[in-house]
């Protein structure tokens, strides 16, 4: 029998048999699941407060995972079966406008995500497009791999920050996804590279950061990075953003703040002269950045994970009584 973690509604969780989906159809693989990362849109989810745009209940929630390949449809790569993967999320058509330039996350077929409007990884298998594979090495640590997907989104981010060597970088955030990205920034050999952060932080040093710093202390150095990247999505992360970076100087928000009022005054946009990009998920490209990077060794997931968890404890980590950890959680089916 194999099993699935099911969230028929909001408030409501229960691990249960899975569904027979029937054979595999032309072009799907099947994955063992190793690894699937909590991330805080799965407590959105459970909650009821993620945007009804972007969830379909019942929903088997999981989207970042980590497995081995099991079986394959036909039309497939047969030299996918029994490799380590991980997949993307969103279900894109490949065909329209913003597909063909690569803007896979941003298809306009609609929004369509695994875990969230298509069953996710908190089960022993998923079923997916094969074309939405990711290889990984033969060697690959599976856990670390479970981290891919918020990388991947990391990446992205980097990517679009364009950073060059020796300029002056930080990173509000200083959760999972700001590590994540003070590790893909480091290996570009910033001349500063500060973690702005309330808490403390033990694995920002080891992420590659020059310095840390809470937002009170980063708030005192206003003007002083060419580079801001924001990962918090909190109250404010996305004005100290701006208010850091030099005149001319660059910003990408990455975090999403859940639909607190915070706006920033397009008065201090302009009088600043800041370019200001934001992020939705990543494409295709950017997975393949991730993996790259995880395979080469800039990107060192493993000391972002704090707790495990099997599939039976996921009440513990999910449910309305749950307390978060300051690092990753991971499930194992």
Known sequence: MTR???????????VARAADDGPLRHGEARVRVAHVGICGSDHELLAGTRDPAFVRYPVVPGHEWSGTVVELGPGTDPRLLHRPVVGEGFRYCGECSACR???TNLCLAGYD?????????????LRLPARLLHVLPDDADLRAAALIEPAACMAAAVRRAAPEPGERVAVVGGGTLGLLATQLLAAVSPAILLVVDPRPRPAAGP????????????????????????????RGTGRLAVTLARRGGRVVLAGLNGGVDDPIPPAELVAAAVSVHTVFGAPSRA???????????RLRPLPLISDEFVLEDAPRVLGPDA???????????
């Open 113 to 125: 995500e695994t875990g969230f409007t298509r069953p996710g990884a908190c089960a022993d298998e």
């Open 4 to 14: 699935a973690l099911v969230v028929p509604r909001p408030g409501d969780l229960h």
């Open 323 to 333: 307390v978060l950890p300051v690092g990753k959680v991971l499930l194992h089916p």
């Open 101 to 103: 330039r690569g803007e």
């Open 287 to 297: 997975w393949s950045d991730a993996v790259a990077a995880l395979a080469d060794g």
């Open 207 to 234: 992420s590659g950061a020059t310095e840390v710093a809470t937002p009170e202390e980063a708030a005192r150095r206003r003007g002083g990075f060419d580079l801001v990247l924001e990962t918090a999505g909190a």
